[in-house]
């Protein structure tokens, strides 16, 4: 699977029909906090047959994936942007993968002082209705926000908030934001 988003893959192998279903565990991600994003796997084949399933892991990758076959650890080497690779007799199992998020900054290509913030795959928006300059470290996003994470129920919200700034502005992620004033794109300078 190279896209982590829910979808599903039938195909046949020596003959014999396998489908996989990739969903979005929200329930693993909040038992392992709000700083990761995990997945289930679900592998069905009509009788057991023997293959490898790889996972491509992201960029945003920030330390070791915790992968589970029918509830039992795997021990796999990963590193961002590279492969997992589960080999096995396949029928009826279940893989989860939680993947540890980071906080990066991305330049935008015609104002390379000015970036925008994502939280692993997304992309966050500053909750404000003016341009602001932020200050710090644009390679180190964690010089300027800060987590600032709210529960509700069983998830976890999660956002950041500006620190050691002139003005507080909260970050959330932008596939969030409904109706206030938001931009995504920021000035950085070295010092106020």
């Known amino acids: 699977m190279s896209q982590a988003i829910p979808s599903k893959l ?7 029909p396998v489908k996989v279903t990739l969903v979005l ?13 995990a997945f289930g796997l679900s592998v069905v084949c009509d009788g057991p047959q023997d293959f490898t399933l790889q996972f491509r892991l992201p960029w945003w990758l920030s330390g070791e994936p915790v992968v589970t076959v ?52 997304e992309v966050l928006a500053g909750l404000c209705d003016e341009e602001i300059t932020l200050y710090g470290d644009k390679e180190h996003p964690e010089t300027m926000l800060t987590p600032d994470n709210e529960r509700e129920w069983a998830q976890w919200l999660t956002g950041y908030r500006t620190q050691n700034q002139p003005h507080s502005v909260r970050f959330v992620p932008l596939h969030q934001v409904r109706d206030q004033r938001r931009t995504v794109c920021f000035g950085i300078k070295d010092e106020p």
């Open 25 to 37: 565990d929200p329930q693993l991600a909040s038992a392992r906090g709000p700083r990761t994003v």
């Open 70 to 121: 029918n509830g039992e650890r795997q021990q796999v080497s990963a590193s961002p942007s590279s492969l997992i690779r589960l080999r096995r007799k396949w029928e009826d199992e279940t893989v989860h993968i939680a993947l540890p998020k980071r906080l990066t900054s991305c330049p935008l290509p015609d104002a390379p002082a000015a970036v925008a913030f994502m939280d692993g795959p």
């Open 10 to 16: 039938t195909w046949e192998h020596d003959g014999t």
